[in-house]
T-cell receptor
Framework: QKEVEQNSGPLSVPEGAIASLNCTYS??????FFWYRQYSGKSPELIMF????GDKEDGRFTAQLNKASQYVSLLIRDSQPSDSATYLC??????????FGPGTRLSVLP | DTAVSQTPKYLVTQMGNDKSIKCEQN?????MYWYKQDSKKFLKIMFS???????INETVPNRFSPKSPDKAHLNLHINSLELGDSAVYFC????????????FGPGTRLTVT
């Protein structure tokens, strides 16, 4: 069974710090990787996706992928209280089927 | 403009009833999905439809049935509702011609009493 694992948190960081969110997956055939942000009572919102090993940066967000270690992470620089949310890692294998992790709750303290 | 919309936003009903949730997307995507997010916030896929054909059917009870009149709509029908069906149901869509990322609707909170 394909699994995606995340530390449920909560992960607490002070405002302005770097938040590091981690995700591991079990299916070596996984092809693409996504990070979603979900505020309480709202729907998941796509932040970033990554396909190739290495880093991908978008503003304050950096996604890192290491397929050999089956590991993907999301770094949030200069964390703001508005970044406080649950971050969901999603992994796509063959086709369009996504497997979501349980999410990590991030709390940015002012 | 709303990309993925769902109705109703809230649905409160009694055990044993039959209900439907509607979903529409105006993104021109060719695949739509239904997800269930339970009280522990775990997001699990239930169904996906591509060009009006079911391509994924996870192990959900057959009381749940997706119906897609066209590629912009995917409705979810639930028969004989049970207490355990209480959850938030999200519709999503994606395109095979793009990068497969999925976009979610606002969700329908179903409460079965």
């Amino acid at each position: 069974q394909k699994e995606v694992e995340q530390n449920s948190g909560p992960l607490s960081v002070p405002e302005g710090a770097i938040a590091s969110l981690n995700c591991t997956y079990s299916d070596r055939g996984s092809q693409s990787f996504f990070w979603y942000r979900q505020y309480s009572g709202k729907s998941p919102e796509l932040i970033m996706f990554i396909y190739s090993n290495g880093d991908k940066e978008d503003g304050r967000f950096t996604a890192q992928l290491n397929k050999a270690s089956q590991y993907v992470s999301l770094l949030i620089r200069d964390s703001q209280p508005s970044d406080s949310a649950t971050y969901l890692c999603a992994v796509r294998s063959y086709g369009q089927n996504f497997v979501f992790g349980p999410g990590t709750r991030l709390s940015v303290l002012p | 403009d709303t990309a993925v919309s769902q109705t109703p936003k809230y649905l409160v009903t009694q055990m044993g009833n039959d209900k439907s949730i509607k979903c529409e997307q105006n993104l021109g995507h060719d695949t739509m999905y239904w997800y269930k997010q339970d009280s522990k916030k775990f997001l699990k896929i239930m169904f996906s439809y591509n060009n009006k054909e079911l391509i994924i059917n996870e192990t959900v009870p057959n009381r749940f049935s997706p119906k897609s009149p066209d590629k912009a709509h995917l409705n979810l029908h639930i028969n004989s509702l049970e207490l355990g069906d209480s959850a938030v149901y999200f519709c999503a869509s994606s395109s095979r011609t793009a990068t497969y990322e999925q976009y979610f609707g606002p969700g329908t909170r179903l409460t079965v009493t």
